[in-house]
């Protein structure tokens, strides 16, 4: 979030050099690393953990040499061009039968809890305030949105870990895999870390690995992902902008290359389908399977890739009562229809049809003024609680992907993630926002 500013700001300073130095961001050491352990300008090699050191913007952090002993039975992630048969992490084999959120414990995102808890204290009705702080005990997806947290998510999981052997239940933990480079490439905002012009894929590669290297430690923590929100949605619908042109090939490689890593270490995966008011018009429902099926096979059929998510930060009802005016006549009005009327698309193409649908913002209806406005829109309340009864055989679970309070984009004409529907600044906390998704839950908190 915002305290990762000044070091992205430093980082997008430091150039990538052509030589025998690691570039910002690779790898530079690890147990099984024959590569240099030396990085370019600007950047130092430091030790994540025993498998994988990494060159970050200044001075290391680490009294702790790089490793390059002998690897031990596995071997660690590498990057390169991705192929179905490459070079890969080893993990679970063979995913479990059924929906993969059943049998499960979902881990509460330490952070997230800590905003939440901040925001019940600054609300004074007391029947309000104890709404807030339920919200806390509520499981939300963590956005990975820059390499720099990366190693944040392996004290999450050595957390859950932790967890599940004092209570021997089994943990399971949620991320959003979020750094494509010139991710979304079709909104005004959201564009991330990486450029492609600017080695971005070789970039993405590194932030892949970096996530498989804090995953890889932990093989009996379960990891659910949401591959990619936004940008591959923009391959079906927005083709004629010339960014989303020039971003199709990174796009695919990258998420080819982020469905080969993760498979082989057991994470079960959903890649972002977009939602009803993008994807499930009917004249978009073939290109799209085409796109998943296409992007599943290019990646050697991976089989942790459990199917698509759905809604991802956006407002849309699973089930609505009846169609809301800004669907335009469209007959996939919510995501229930939408994902009746793409599931058999896929089936036929050879991609798992299973989904998972954000429903953080989605308790209240009818308050749109277009289905384009998704950043904060007034009036909106927290949705469905986190549940595997779905009522379709088809959704794995009803998720809160979006933490509901954190905002998407910025107004702020200055920031790079402006959006002129949005306030506050990306990631930020807004309080009266929070307050406004308490107080209109539907099913109330």
Known sequence: MSKFAALLAFASLVPFLANAASPLYGQCGGIGWSGDTSCVSGASCQKL??????????????????????????????SGTPTGTGSAPTGTSTPAAGNPFEGYTIYLTPYYAAEVQAAAD????????????????????????????????????????????????KYLVQIVVYDLPDRDCAALASNGEFSIANNGLANYKGYIDALAAQIKQYPDVRVVAVIEPDSLANLVTNLNVAKCAGAQDAYKAGVTYAMQQLNALGVYMYLDAGHAGWLGWPANLTPAAQL????????????????????VANFNALSASSPDPITQGNSNYDEIHYINALAPALASLGFPAHFIVDQARSG????????????NVKGAGFGTRPTTNTGSSLIDSIAWVKPGGECAETSNTSSPYHNTHCVPEVGTWFQAYFATLVKNASPPL
């Open 292 to 311: 998943f099926a296409q992007l599943y096979k290019d990646a050697g059929s991976p089989q942790f890739v459990r199917g698509l998510a759905t809604n």
């Open 122 to 169: 600054a609300i004074t009705d007391s029947t309000q305030k104890a709404k807030a702080l339920s919200v806390a005990n509520i499981p939300t997806f963590t956005w990975f949105d820059v390499i720099a947290k990366a190693p944040t998510l392996g004290e999450y999981l050595a957390d859950a870990d932790a967890k599940a052997k004092a209570s021997g239940e």
């Open 49 to 78: 953990n025993d498998y994988y050191s990494q060159c970050l913007p200044g001075a290391a952090t680490s009294t702790n040499a790089p490793t390059t002993s002998a690897p031990p039975t596995s071997s660690t992630p590498t």
């Open 364 to 375: 209240v209806q009818n308050i749109r003024q277009q289905w384009g406005d998704w950043c």
